[in-house]
């Protein structure tokens, strides 16, 4: 069964700084792997989808890299803005169904 | 477009009560999903409709019943709702990008409490 892990559950930047959130998977057999975006009180935002085939998407100043062999994706945030503020949360596509983790809440301060 | 929505946003019920979710979405996706959500954990999968006509179980299907009633509109009902459904409940419906390829999207959610 694939299990997703994020660490650190909970992070505070102040502004200007970079993020970094880390996603591990344990089955490397996936077929995508997703980024979403939780606003408290709200649904889910997709930010970027990197497919099993590639190594990395980019959009704006969000960067995200996969390396299967490791089981492990990072989602990098450039230069974090007070915006940025909500729970990042990872999903690993495994035959067509989402395995999600609990995500990171993420703080930046002015 | 809308996008995905769903119905109600919010609602209480007691113990042993019964309630029907809705989920519409306007973007011509085939599949769609129904997802909970707890405090501390992530999104975890109750039903999938792969296509018009067809659903399966997901990872927590044990109390809840779906029915894909068009392409566009996917149900989800409580027979006899417990404490321990307790949760935000989430829709999805994904987009073929290619290649083994769904991106999902998904609804506002709607808050269930069971007292």
């Known amino acids: 069964k694939q299990e997703v892990t994020q660490i650190p559950a909970a992070l505070s930047v102040p502004e200007g700084e970079n993020l970094v959130l880390n996603c591990s998977f344990t089955?490397?057999?996936?077929?995508?792997l997703q980024w979403f975006r939780q606003d408290p009180g709200k649904g889910l935002t997709s930010l970027l989808l990197i497919q099993s085939s590639q190594r990395e998407q980019t959009s704006g100043r969000l960067n995200a890299s996969l390396d299967k062999s490791s089981g492990r994706s990072t989602l990098y945030i450039a230069a974090s803005q007070p915006g940025d503020s909500a729970t990042y949360l990872c999903a690993a596509d495994s035959w067509g169904k989402l395995q999600f983790g609990a995500g990171t809440q993420v703080v930046v301060t002015p | 477009n809308a996008g995905v929505t769903q119905t109600p946003k919010f609602q209480v019920l007691k113990t042993g009560q019964s309630m029907t979710l809705q989920c519409a979405q306007d973007?011509?996706?085939?599949?769609m999903y129904w997802y909970r959500q707890d405090p501390g954990m992530g999104l975890r999968l109750i039903y999938y409709s792969a296509s018009e006509g067809t659903t399966d179980k997901g990872e927590v299907p044990n109390g809840y019943n779906v029915s894909r009633l068009n392409k566009r509109e996917f149900s989800l009902r409580l027979e006899s709702a417990a404490p321990s459904q307790t949760s935000v409940y989430f829709c999805?419906?994904?987009?073929?990008?290619?290649?083994?390829?769904?991106?999902?999207?998904f609804g506002p959610g709607t808050r269930l409490t069971v007292t």
């Open positions: 999805a419906s994904s987009e073929f990008k290619g290649f083994e390829t769904y991106e999902q999207y």
């Open positions: 973007m011509n996706h085939n599949s």
């Open positions: 089955d490397s057999a996936i077929y995508n």
